[in-house]
C-alpha cells in the first residue's frame, strides 16, 4: 500500500491519495485537490471525509462532476456542510453519497475490497471522526502533532471534545499507529495518546 501527500489552500490542508492493488481512494480533497487526483489516480474508488469543515470539502463536488460513478463517504452529522455553503466561503454545495453513522463508536465501511473503520470523535465538528485502516490513521481535525483540533468554531463542542480525545487515549493496539493529519507533519498513535494528557489537564 502507498499513500501519496499533498496540502492544498490557504490554511495548508492535507489531502491524501491512498494506492493498492491498481486502485485509488482519496481523503479529503480540499481547494486545487481535483487536479493532483486527476494526475495520480487511473481507477478512483471513494472518496472519504474525515469531517466538513470546507477546506477539507472544497473540491468534492468538482470531483462528483469529474467521476460521477465514484461515492463520497461523509459522517452523517457533517453532510450539512457539504449540503450549503454554511461557512460562505465560496464552496459547489454537493450530497454525499454514504453518510457514516454518528454514534460516538467505530463503523467498518468497505470501499471496493478496503476496509476502512470510521472512529466517530466529535468536538471540532459534529461528525468529526478518524479514519482508520490498517496501520494508518488519517486524524483529519481531530488531533495533529503535538496538538489537538480546535473546539470554539460554530457547530464545535468543548463537551465533545474533551469526552472524545478521553476516548482516543483509550484505543488499543497491538503496535503503534502512523498518523496523518489534516495540517502538518504525520505522527503516532502512541506518542499522541501521551500528549492527551496534557490537553485534557488544561481544558
Known amino acids: 500500500m502507498e499513500i501519496l501527500k499533498q496540502s492544498f489552500g490557504i490554511y495548508e490542508t ?27 489516480c487511473k481507477n478512483l474508488q471513494g472518496i472519504l471525509l474525515t469531517h466538513g469543515h470546507f477546506d477539507h470539502i472544497f473540491d468534492v463536488a468538482k470531483l462528483k462532476k469529474k467521476f460521477p460513478n465514484v461515492l463520497v463517504y461523509c459522517p452523517m452529522l457533517d453532510a450539512f456542510m457539504l449540503e450549503s455553503d454554511c ?60 496538538s489537538i483540533g480546535r473546539y470554539d468554531f460554530p457547530y464545535s463542542s468543548a463537551t465533545d471534545m474533551k469526552e472524545s480525545l478521553q476516548r482516543f487515549r483509550e484505543i488499543e493496539s497491538q503496535k ?12 503516532l498513535l502512541f506518542t499522541e495518546q501521551e500528549n492527551v494528557k496534557f490537553w485534557l489537564q488544561r481544558m
Open 14 to 40: 492535507n489531502c491524501y491519495i491512498i494506492k493498492k492493488d491498481g486502485k485509488e481512494w482519496g481523503i479529503d480533497p480540499g481547494a486545487g485537490a481535483l487536479e493532483w487526483i486527476e494526475k495520480e
Open 176 to 187: 503503534d499507529k502512523i498518523i496523518y493529519p489534516g495540517h502538518g507533519e504525520n505522527t
Open 87 to 146: 461557512f460562505n466561503t465560496g464552496i459547489t454545495p454537493c450530497t454525499p453519497d454514504v453518510l457514516i453513522p454518528c454514534c460516538k463508536d467505530e463503523q467498518e465501511v468497505e470501499v471496493h475490497g478496503l476496509k476502512f473503520y470510521f472512529n466517530h470523535l466529535p468536538g471540532h465538528t459534529p461528525g468529526c471522526s478518524i479514519i482508520m485502516l490498517e496501520d494508518c490513521i488519517f486524524s483529519g481535525d481531530f488531533v495533529f502533532r503535538r
